[in-house]
C-alpha cells in the first residue's frame, strides 16, 4: 500500500467516524455523555481535516474550480429561499 492509499484510506475511516459520532451525540440523552462523545468529535473532525489538507497539499484529492456563472447562479437560487426563513429576510 503506498503513501496515498494509506491517507485516502484514512480519511475514509475518519469521515465514516466524525458521521457516527454526530449520529451519536444527537441521539445522546445524558449530558455527560454527549460531552464526552464531543470531545472525541472535534478530535477526530481535526484528524479528518488535517488528512484532508495532506492529500490535497500532495495533488492526491483534486477538486475544479467552479464556472463562475454556475457559482452565481447558485448564490441567486439559494439567496431566494431566504423569503422562507421563519424569522423573516435575515441574511447575513
Do not use: C
Amino acid at each position: 500500500m503506498n503513501d496515498r492509499d494509506l491517507v485516502n484510506d484514512l480519511l475514509a475511516m475518519e469521515k465514516y467516524m466524525t458521521a457516527s459520532y454526530n449520529t451519536a451525540m444527537n441521539e445522546a440523552s445524558h449530558e455527560g455523555l454527549y460531552k464526552d462523545l464531543l470531545s472525541i468529535f472535534t478530535e477526530t473532525q481535526n484528524e479528518q481535516r488535517e488528512l484532508y489538507n495532506l492529500m490535497f497539499q500532495n495533488g492526491w484529492y483534486k477538486l475544479e474550480a467552479a464556472e463562475q456563472q454556475k457559482v452565481q447562479q447558485s448564490f441567486q437560487q439559494h439567496q431566494g429561499y431566504s423569503s422562507q426563513f421563519p424569522y423573516g429576510n435575515q441574511v447575513q
